[in-house]
Structures are given as structure tokens and as C-alpha cells.
């Protein structure tokens, strides 16, 4: 299903400047890499192997190819490997710079090389669908040729720290989620006079019965049972909680070490400001405004035709960094005056609840994104 909306020509402006912006600089700027490199050497990385293609610059032939392995003296071999092979100036093009191939990227940024972060291809390199890794890292290098715009690697340091404690609390998040919902279940198919004890309860109180029961000789064998089930369960997402306040408490003190005045921002809590710093990573990464709104899947796609002028929902980006938006958007809706005059405004006009969140949403990214190019430095080694 394609999604359409139809804006006002008020709210086309800053769609339109985002678009405008995209023509001139398609229309005046050359790929990134013309003339300032000789090689480029795309990357196909994967757990066990790293495979290299080293790239003519001029003509975007293949020159050398090699396959190794994932270990710190592999990449030494590897970066020995180029500069017999490639001269100084050049760059590595890199799929997977924050995952397979962190290792690497790592390593050859701190001996000073030029690094790049390719995406993974949603499509298969070749029309007749030919794939191999060594295909792969072709692909890569000639992507960097080509593109307008690259992106360098994700700094590493506290963003990397922050980034593993968010997504460990994530999953405890989950899990206890999905241990609630188990313990509801378990409640509903219990014996009666257990059912009658626990339903008509709050969760939380539920939670804190069922972690306190006691199993009696006198009960039945599967009302004895069903009582192990339910305080067993109930212990998980006790547990499970605990973690994920422990976890987010560490995750403030980094928040509070990078960026503290991202907290004082309204709607913007300790999760979501991880969130965003994670997803930004350090000053210069993303070149501007719209860039950041790309990012987060909240800057409108032109849909027009003819005399319509209309601009699509946009479904790509960082859906966590998209999501970490619409949190900031839902809580200025109930506590922040400003937005909800907007929002009244706006209803008034004949804009539907979701337009209205999605124009906030735009508008957000781009004060958050002012906000950490004017307020947080270099990235963050400790």
C-alpha cells in the first residue's frame, strides 16, 4: 500500500526546500571521490572473512582482489596488501562498517586511512543475478565512486557504549513484555479459585501477588503447579525490570557525559536522547538539516504529477531515531502549549492527526539536529 498526502502550500515549504536543495546539488556537484583519490577499495565483510577489490579511480576497473580473515592480524595483512597495491590517496569503502566490519574499520582508521560506510545492496549487484563476495566488494567501491555523498563510519567510544546498553535494554524491555503477557495467560486458564484471587487486580498488583504465592500440600496437583508457573513468572518480569531501570540509569550517565542539554529539551527523556545521540554519532557526520531528516524517515518524498503537487510518507531511515521522533511529538502534544496550539491550528485547517504529527515530527528533527551541532563536540573516546 503507498501512503499519499496531500499538504497545504504552507506545509509544502519545507518539503519543497528539501527537494529544491536535492536539484541544485544534483545538477552542480560530482560524485565526492572525483579527482581527490586513485583507488578505492570496496569491502565485502562477513563473521569469518573480509574480501577486498582495489578499484581504478579514473576508470573503475578491478586491479586486485583478495579474501582473509576477521582477526587483528588480518588486517594488517590487509592494509600491507593496499599499499602494495594502491597508492596514498585513496579510500576504503566498507559494507557493514558497524557490524562484520567494525574490526576492521576500526583498526584502519587508527592508522590514519580514509573510511567509508557503503550500505548493504537491496538488490543483487547483477542483472543475471550473479553474487559472490568478490562481486560484492566490487560493488562497494564503485558505489563510493559514484555516490554524491558518503557517510563516514560511526564513531565508537561512549556512542558504541551507549548503543550496547541501549539495545541490552531494549531486549529486557521485550522480554518482559512477553513475560507479562505469558503470566495474563497463564491467570486466565488457572484454577478457579486461584483466577478469582488474581483477575480482577491491576498488573502491577498481579505481578506482586503472584511473585509472593505459596505452594500448599493441601492444594490440588494442578493448582500446585499452575502456582510454580505464575510466581516463576511473575520473578522474571521482576527481574526483568529491575535490569532494565539498572540499565537505563547507566545509560542517563552517558547521556548526561555527551549531551546533557539534550535532556532540557521538552518531550526528550533519557531513552530518547540516547537514542538520537546514537543515531547522530558525532559533528560532521551528517552534512545538514534535511540530511538528518532523511535519516530519520521523517523528510516528505515528491509524488507529483502534473498539476498535483503531492509528497509520499517516507518508510526508509533509522526507524528507531523515527521512533524516538514520534515519542518526543506525543509528549509536547499533551504538555507542551506550543505544539498543542499548532496542533489546534492545524485541526482547524482540515489536517488529519497523523499530518499533524508528521509536520512536527520534521519540525523536531530539525531543532534536534541544530541543537547537537551547536552543543555537543567531538566524539567521545571514553
Known sequence: MCLITVLPRGDRLQADADRHY??????????????????????DTHRDTITAAIVDGRTGGVLEER?????????????????KHSSERRAWAIEGAGSYGSGL??????????????????RLARRNGAKSDEIDAVRAAREALA?????????R????AMRTLVVTRNGAVRARTEATNHLKSLIVTAPEGLRDQLRHHR?????DRCARLRVRPEHTLEHRGTTRALRAAARRIQFLQAEANELELNIRELVETCCPTLLQLSGVGTITAAQIFIAWSHPGRIRNEAAFAALAGVAPIPASSGQTIRYRLNRGGDRQLNRALHTIVLVRLR???????????????????????????????????RHLTTHVE?????
Open 22 to 43: 536535492s536539484d541544485e546539488r544534483s545538477n552542480t556537484v560530482k560524485p565526492m571521490l572525483t579527482g581527490h583519490v586513485d583507488h578505492v577499495i570496496g569491502v
Open 67 to 83: 579474501t582473509s580473515g576477521t582477526q587483528r592480524m588480518n588486517y594488517r595483512q590487509a592494509l600491507s596488501w593496499a599499499n
Open 105 to 122: 574499520t576500526t583498526y584502519l582508521l587508527s592508522q590514519g586511512e580514509v573510511v567509508y560506510e557503503i550500505d548493504r545492496p537491496t
Open 147 to 155: 555516490r554524491e555523498h558518503l557517510a563516514t563510519p560511526r564513531s
Open 157 to 160: 567510544g561512549l556512542r558504541e
Open 203 to 207: 498488573t502491577d498488583k498481579q505481578i
Open 335 to 369: 504538555t507542551d502549549d506550543k505544539t498543542r496550539t499548532y496542533a489546534s491550528r492545524r485541526t482547524a485547517d482540515g489536517k488529519t492527526p497523523r499530518e499533524i504529527k508528521r509536520c512536527l515530527k520534521r519540525a523536531v528533527a530539525r531543532e534536534l539536529y
Open 378 to 382: 567531538g566524539p567521545h573516546a571514553d
